[in-house]
């Protein structure tokens, strides 16, 4: 790690595309940063705002309803895309949640729009009649050949996410729908571009996520972040497990 690292992360559409809380995961990455000495900085860029590709670490969008996905979709592929592109190009993160996810991909479809996305992963949205995936959802991940991991949280969610034949799911379903309800996959990971429909929100939920992600983001190894008193945040992880009906082996 370097002497003095810090996490530069980029919020994109902060005030739109933030729902379920999913703003928390902002907060929480800050505040594992600063326990332990690491800077945090928080940029925002929302409608109208030119990214930098070189500036950040980590770029985050949110979950958002079908309204305040129709607002950015056209800023995003306009003003965005080709800053996220250069910066995952670079080795940047690139996490979207749920409405911030399905716009990753090549679009979203509406029942009478579509909508652009920014084309990083190869991964289509359509929205459909029927019932909405709502509910508590665990996945099985596996990140970089370790140990499986289990993330948890909740999704509610009317689109249906189809992956192109090579890419890959984030995670596999053990409990709730995930992408589109059959697959059993959830979400996407294409090196440091992941996708995934879980809020929670995402972070709090999933602490030891959280740390994989400063460590990617700062080219370290989670090791090196040295460890935390995580009483209240593996109190929390079970919970949402235990809600999933998956719990702690
Ligand atoms: N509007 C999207 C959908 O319903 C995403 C919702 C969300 O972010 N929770 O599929």
């Known amino acids: 790690m370097a002497e003095n690292p810090t996490l530069r992360v980029c919020a994109l559409y902060g005030e739109l595309m933030n729902i379920y809380a999913d703003r928390g995961n902002l907060l929480l990455l800050e505040r594992r940063c600063r326990w ?6 928080l940029a925002n860029a929302t409608l109208g705002d030119r990214l ?5 670490d980590l770029y985050y969008i949110g979950g958002g309803q079908d309204a305040d996905q129709r607002l950015c ?3 995003l592929v306009e003003h965005k895309a080709p800053a996220l592109h250069a910066a ?3 080795g940047a993160l690139v996490l979207g949640v749920c409405g911030g996810y399905q716009l990753l991909g090549h679009g979203y479809q509406l029942e009478d ?9 190869d991964l289509e949205t359509v929205r459909v009649e029927g019932p909405r995936l709502i509910g508590n959802v665990a996945i099985e991940v596996d990140l970089d050949d370790g140990p ?4 948890a949280g909740f999704e509610n969610h009317a689109g249906r996410t189809r992956l192109g034949a090579d890419e890959h799911p984030l995670g596999r379903v053990l409990r709730g729908h995930g992408n589109d309800g059959r697959s059993a996959a959830e979400g996407v990971r294409r090196g440091g571009v992941i996708g995934t429909y879980l809020h929670g929100p995402l972070l709090p939920k999933n602490a030891w996520f959280a740390d994989w992600l400063i460590a990617a983001a700062l080219d370290t190894g989670v090791a090196e972040l040295g460890p935390l008193d995580d009483a209240l945040e593996d109190a929390a992880h079970a919970a949402a497990r235990r809600a999933a009906g998956i719990a702690e082996r």
């Open 36 to 41: 332990r000495g690491i800077g945090f900085e």
């Open 52 to 56: 930098d590709a070189d500036a950040h």
């Open 73 to 75: 979709a056209a800023d």
């Open 88 to 90: 995952a190009a670079r």
């Open 113 to 121: 729009a579509w909508l652009p996305g920014a084309g990083l992963v």
């Open 148 to 151: 499986k991991r289990v993330l």
